[in-house]
């Protein structure tokens, strides 16, 4: 089980509030069987190393998170192309090669692990979708590739027995759904009602955020735990509604946009309940809603906010970026996966594997790839702090800390940022 050391209610509301929390034990056992054996266990013999760098991205392009697909793109054609203005890793450019995650409707992500597998990609940057992840996970780890995802956030890849090869740069939602309960709490609402996309993402943060609101002293009245590939949500609102909860988190993907409609038609919109939404559906809906429709509306997501310059570096590689979501996540985990591999003076997985917990923690301070690989051409071990925070990975493959921002939405249905939570997750 995960254990959270007492925090303070005003976690969810204060900038860069303080958290302490211990990882012990297993995630969601619901969403995949994960091992007992340790997250850092002995990795597979290292697979033939042919001196290029190639990374593989397994991200979405089709699928229930398609619209986190660009920003997480771009994040890393942006770190690769750093990589090669600054000479590369061991002396040769290095290789990206783009595939689709898909989603879990579909066999998608398998075939195109297959393929990077095929071509001998030595990192895997995804998958977005814990689930995706929970299901190729086996497959990568056992050829000796190196995964770490910009997004997977759900426990259950925490203990997971992934030979020593997982990481990620996004935190485990325990952290998330401590900071959703408190911010629910913090607002004013003692009942509650959760409604949760059936998989391992979505029970999980429900569950991380009915501990958090009972704790904060609220009730959740209802939780709903709802088929994401359903035609309609009407009866799973319905239930939500005869609860009668003075707020609700929806907790989802691309459905959001039939769930909102369907909570607006029976009255329990967010025009007459307050609404949260996690990083799973914190989405552009300016498109989508009559104007108005999402006022007020909060939501949580992991990680920081892209900063300006940032941001027009991103929108140079992709044009059409109107959001940013886990696009600095994105790009620090290519950016670490290259740091790691001139440190190992290998491309072969297992051996970038043994050197991203070196190349991001406990060393001399630097921020660009540049500055860290001639850092670590004189010798010198070094930290790199990224756009996405610290990133400094714990034992288990997760950062040791994280930021968790807390947006809301305007009348023209798109979200800004009105706070943010940093602090440490121990392992």
């Known amino acids: 089980m995960i254990r959270i050391a007492p925090l303070g209610r005003a976690l969810a509301v204060s900038a860069a509030a303080s958290l302490a929390l211990t990882a012990c034990g297993g995630g969601d056992e619901t969403a995949a069987p994960a091992s007992s054996a340790p997250a850092s266990s002995s990795a597979p013999a290292a697979q033939a190393a042919d001196g290029t760098l190639t990374v593989g991205t397994l991200l979405p392009q089709t699928g229930s998170l398609a619209f986190l697909g660009p920003p997480e793109f771009a994040g890393v054609k942006l770190a690769v192309k750093e990589i090669n203005d600054a000479g590369g890793v061991l002396g040769k450019p290095a290789v990206e090669i783009d595939t689709d995650s898909g989603d879990t409707s579909t066999n998608i992500a398998s075939q195109s692990v297959d393929k990077l597998i095929q071509q001998k990609a030595d990192a895997v940057v995804g998958a977005a979708s814990s689930s995706v992840s929970l299901s190729v996970i086996d497959k990568i780890t056992g050829a000796g590739l190196v995964q770490i995802s910009p997004a997977n956030t759900s426990d259950a890849l925490t203990t997971y027995n992934d030979k020593g090869l997982y990481f990620r740069t996004a935190p485990p939602d325990v952290l998330q759904g401590r900071v959703l309960g408190d911010l629910i709490v913090a607002d004013g609402n003692d ?4 409604l949760a996309l059936q998989d391992a993402y979505g029970t999980g943060l429900a569950d991380n955020t009915e501990k958090a609101v009972t704790g904060g002293g609220g009730e959740v009245v209802a939780k709903v735990i709802y088929d994401p590939k359903a035609a309609d949500y009407s009866a799973d609102v319905a239930k939500i509604k005869a609860a009668k909860p003075k ?9 959001t946009k039939k769930i909102v409609p369907e909570l607006v038609k029976q009255g329990i919109g967010p025009d007459k309940v307050k609404v949260y939404f996690v990083d799973g559906n914190l989405a552009d809906y300016s498109k989508d809603f009559p104007k108005g429709t999402l006022k007020g509306v909060k939501g949580t997501q992991p990680g920081v906010e892209a900063k300006p310059d940032f941001q027009t570096k991103m929108k140079e590689i992709d044009p059409s970026l109107t959001v940013f979501n886990y696009g600095p996540e994105s790009y620090d985990a290519t950016i670490l996966t290259a740091l790691a591999a ?18 991001s923690t406990g060393g001399t301070k630097c921020t660009t790839f540049k500055e860290c690989a001639d850092l670590i051409a004189a010798g010198t071990d070094v930290d790199y702090d990224g756009v996405s925070g610290p990133i400094e990975f714990n034992e288990a493959g997760d950062p040791a800390e994280a930021t968790i921002g807390v947006y809301q939405y305007g009348a023209d249905n798109t979200f800004k940022n009105v706070a943010f939570n940093s602090g440490k997750i121990a392992g």
Do not use: C, W
């Open 191 to 194: 009942a509650v009602g959760i």
């Open 247 to 255: 707020a609700i988190a929806l907790i989802g993907f691309d459905e």
């Open 342 to 359: 001139a440190e190992a003076k290998s491309d072969a997985g297992a051996e970038i594997a043994k050197h991203l917990q070196t190349v």
